[in-house]
């Protein structure tokens, strides 16, 4: 079962940075957070993964808090085609993903 | 980002019919594959997991003969929906690992079952 909580849908203006929280209280010690996100009728893209470090791609950042119950996928300017449903994964590493209900993302020109 | 294909993209199939769905990962050899489904409006469900060269382990509720999963090489896995019926009808997305961190996507199969 998913481990992760997350909010059903959020606006962004283009241009502004998207912050995507999302919870995972009952994460255990060896356990990585994924993100990966999903454009209707496709695969999900992977975006970025971390254990308890913030870290930061081409594509985002990811903030995790230090008790590491919950995290935060920010998109730093948000364009039309990052509309998207963002999935927040809790698994260990080489682990089968179990999805939650994701968040919808809907960027606003 | 590293490349996974399904091969067909979408199928139309009748009832009763038995369909068989690649996964390919194009430039990495993985040893574990997963096999998902996603009905319309809803998230993706873990159908099994594919290792290369033993059995598939499938998750609970799926029917492992109807929904037979083979993996035959580093780079190939095949799903095969036996005996279709339109509530099979569905979006089958399989994923390929590499290395230990990254899990990558196929693109999805939409399979219509009349």
């Known amino acids: 079962d998913a481990k992760t909580t997350q909010p059903t849908s959020m606006d962004c203006a283009e241009g502004r940075a998207a912050n995507l929280p999302c919870n995972h209280s009952?994460?255990?010690?060896?356990?990585?957070v994924y993100w990966y996100r999903q454009i209707h009728s496709q695969g999900p893209q992977y975006i970025i993964h971390g254990l308890k470090n913030n870290e930061t791609n081409e594509m985002a950042s990811l903030i995790i808090t230090e008790d590491r119950k919950s995290s935060t996928l920010i998109l730093p300017h948000a364009t039309l085609r990052d509309t998207a449903v963002y999935y927040c994964?809790?698994?260990?590493?080489?682990?089968?993903?179990?999805f939650g209900t994701g968040t919808s993302l809907t960027v606003i020109p | 980002g590293a490349v996974v294909s399904q091969h067909p993209s979408w199928v139309i199939c009748k009832s009763g019919t038995s369909v068989k769905i690649e996964c390919r990962s194009l430039d990495f050899q993985a040893t574990t594959m997963f096999w998902y489904r996603q009905f319309p409006k809803q998230s993706l469900m873990l159908m099994a997991t594919?290792?290369?060269?033993?059995?598939?382990?499938?998750e609970q509720g799926v029917e492992k003969d109807k929904f037979l999963i083979n993996h035959a090489s580093l780079t190939l896995s095949t799903l095969t929906v036996t005996s279709a019926h339109p509530e099979d009808s569905s979006f089958y997305i399989c994923s390929a690992q590499r290395g230990v961190y990254e899990q990558y996507f196929g693109p999805g199969t939409r399979l219509t079952v009349t």
């Open positions: 994964i809790v698994s260990l590493p080489g682990n089968q993903f179990y």
């Open positions: 594919s290792n290369e060269g033993s059995k598939a382990t499938y």
């Open positions: 009952t994460i255990s010690g060896n356990e990585y």
